[in-house]
């Protein structure tokens, strides 16, 4: 299976953006997504995950109430739309497949859980 991201950039803050990932591959399992960043010299920190059926999402704190995860399963993509962007928010985004078993709506933070990694993305805040 393939993860590509989409849809980084450079904005002020305050702007907005909306990050896609699409899946491409032998996607013929349920799996769970997940946005991870990382920062210069900063360790990969969770963002955001959602499961299979798009019930209840899951945040980290410094990005609730900005960030919105969403999914399509007809298109295998998965979004990231994210507002009131801060210079804080400035990092490399990845998204990350967690493959799961039917039924399962689980969600981890955990990045050692993920199955499979996108190259990245570049989110630039300026001040």
């Known amino acids: 299976v393939q993860l590509v991201e989409s849809g980084g950039g450079l904005v002020q803050a305050g702007a907005s953006l909306r990050l896609s990932c699409a899946v491409s591959g032998r996607t013929f399992r349920r799996y769970a997504m997940g946005w991870f960043r990382q920062a210069p010299g900063k360790e990969r920190e969770f963002v955001a995950a959602i499961g299979w059926s798009g019930i209840s999402p899951y945040y980290a704190e410094s990005v609730k109430g900005r960030f919105t995860i969403t999914r399509d399963n007809a298109k295998n993509t998965v979004y990231l739309q994210m507002n009131s962007l801060k210079p804080e928010d400035t990092a490399v985004y990845y998204c990350?497949?967690?493959?799961?078993?039917?039924?399962?709506?689980?969600?981890?933070?955990?990045?050692?859980?993920?199955?499979?990694w996108g190259q990245g993305t570049q989110v630039t805040v300026s001040s």
């Open positions: 990350a497949l967690n493959w799961v078993p039917i039924g399962s709506d689980r969600l981890t933070p955990l990045s050692a859980e993920y199955d499979s």
